[in-house]
């Protein structure tokens, strides 16, 4: 069975501009996501989709294939990853190449745990489904949550949990943003939160999106604590 990964990574971040080459605790925040994704063996090539020669310069310094850059058409605030990732397997199917699994992964996930990575894969593989993907659980019940209505007030999505405890409430999940990994030549029936997909579950303290400058500082807060052998190998300051 051949796998690929593929990493898109756009160079218009705006609210933290240069965002996947911006140095994350001695390194592009990119590298994590190669060096993991290389570290894992389960790969016979790592490759970046991205539209920018120095997220492309970066990429290829740190391991990774290069062989396409991204059209700009590909590379707006509209552009969803899906529409990425078909472009990148059809560049690739272009140029001859043939795999049986791809797994997309987030050029913004440095707490990325190899052996969720792996229990995906094995777990798409023994399986008669179309995905795998990363999950956590929702740190507060969904079911008591609220609005703020255009009153300045609040308002209930069910009121009628208000009085039940907390444990007493089914667990929700969400996705965790690091990796998606599917099986090639099937068609999808169902939306990716749905039968055909196999939820990996990963704890919280491994979960962080990294959108503003606010997530940048907490991921760098939870990588040091997570990591903190390693932080501590290679002399950073933790």
Not at 94 to 103: A, H, L, T
Not at 123 to 131: C, G, H, Q
Not at 170 to 175: L, R
């Amino acid at each position: 069975m051949k796998a690929i990964a593929i990493i898109p990574a756009r160079g218009g971040s705006k609210r933290i501009p240069k965002k996947n080459i911006k140095n994350f605790l001695g390194k592009p925040l990119i590298a994590y996501s190669i060096e993991k994704a290389l570290d894992s063996g389960l790969f016979s090539k790592v490759i970046v989709s991205t539209d920018d020669k120095a997220i492309a310069k970066i990429a290829q310094e740190y391991g990774a294939e290069v062989p396409f850059i991204r059209s700009s058409e590909l590379a707006d605030d509209f552009s969803s990853s899906g529409d990425v990732i078909v472009d990148a397997i059809e560049q690739l199917q272009k140029k001859g190449e043939r795999f049986d699994y791809v797994c997309t992964i987030y050029a913004t996930a440095p707490l990325l745990d190899v052996r969720y990575l792996k229990e995906g894969y094995e777990k798409l593989k023994n399986s008669d489904a179309r995905m795998s993907f990363s999950v956590t659980s929702m740190p507060f019940p969904i079911q008591r949550t609220f609005k703020i209505t255009k009153d300045e007030r609040c308002e209930m999505f069910w009121p009628e949990n208000f009085l039940t405890r907390s444990q007493d409430l089914e667990e929700a999940y969400q996705d965790a943003g690091q990796f998606y990994w599917e099986k090639m030549g099937i068609e999808a029936k169902d939306i990716t939160f749905g039968s055909e997909s196999i939820p990996i579950v990963l704890p919280r303290y491994l979960v962080q999106d990294i959108d503003t400058p606010e997530d940048w500082i907490r991921a760098e807060m939870l990588y040091k604590i997570v990591y903190a052998n390693e932080c501590d190998s290679k002399n950073r300051k933790i």
